[in-house]
């Protein structure tokens, strides 16, 4: 594994990040649900000022996912680590990963093999900072269509903010022998097979005062 000077990444990352605000810089944060894991993420203070038109155009047209821990993969890595074997000595993706954070939490819980897969390129770029920070080591893929091995599991955290995102969760099965789904904003998840197996209290890191309803993780298994 190449080793970069964190100030290397956090100088890639701040440019980055600069396409949402011109004024915004990441840091390293603990992650206060999961304290074993530090991630790149987005200075809080730049998040909690009123925004000009200007800005809010800007924000919408580059959110930088992967610049948050979101309150389901906040979740999700703490529940892995308490139980590795859902993971351990197993080859495991986490789709849609944006920062990597499951993914960490997989190498850490002993998977034998971790892919951190994400379409967005600077979430990519993300994943390979945020392992380097934590001093782990996975795979990063572009693409699950285009990927075709055979997988044990495969994770997903807070991708079904879209309805037009539901469909992925047939193939989610299709990629891997079982799915590990952690979501906070499908109100009535009736997707046999399915099933719930957890329901959490957390919220996003750097937190946004995100409404009640959407601090609450459900976590689904099939």
């Known amino acids: 594994m190449t080793h970069i000077h964190p100030t290397s990444d956090q100088e890639v990352l701040n440019r980055l990040i600069r396409n949402m605000l011109d004024d915004a810089s990441v840091t390293a944060q603990t992650l206060p649900q999961c304290e074993a894991i530090k991630l790149w993420l987005v200075e809080p203070q730049a998040m909690r000022r ?16 992967w610049a948050f821990c ?11 680590l308490k139980n590795p074997h859902w993971v351990k000595d197993k080859k495991v993706m986490d789709f849609g ?9 997989c190498v850490m819980a002993g998977a034998k093999e971790v892919i951190a897969c994400d379409i967005d390129p600077d979430a990519i770029l993300s994943c390979q900072a ?16 285009e990927f075709n091995e055979p997988l044990d599991v495969l994770i997903a955290a807070d991708v079904l903010y879209d309805k037009a995102n539901l469909p992925l969760l047939n193939i989610f099965r299709e990629k891997a022998s079982e799915v590990l789904v952690a979501d906070s904003r499908v109100k009535n998840f009736n997707f046999p097979p399915y099933q719930k197996i957890g329901h959490e209290e ?14 609450w993780v459900n976590l689904y298994k099939a």
Do not use: K
């Not at 944006?98 to 939490?105: D, F, L, N, Q, R």
């Not at 957390?202 to 601090?215: K, Q």
């Open 50 to 65: 009123p925004f000009t038109q200007e800005e809010i155009l800007s924000i919408q047209s580059y959110p930088a996912y």
């Open 97 to 105: 990963a944006g920062s990597g954070v499951v993914a960490i939490a």
């Open 202 to 215: 957390s919220f996003t890191v750097p937190d946004l005062d995100e409404l009640d309803e959407f601090r």
């Open 130 to 145: 945020n392992a380097r920070l934590n001093q782990v080591d996975y795979r990063c893929h572009g693409d699950l269509f």
């Open 70 to 80: 979101w309150a389901s993969g906040q979740v999700l890595a703490r529940e892995i």
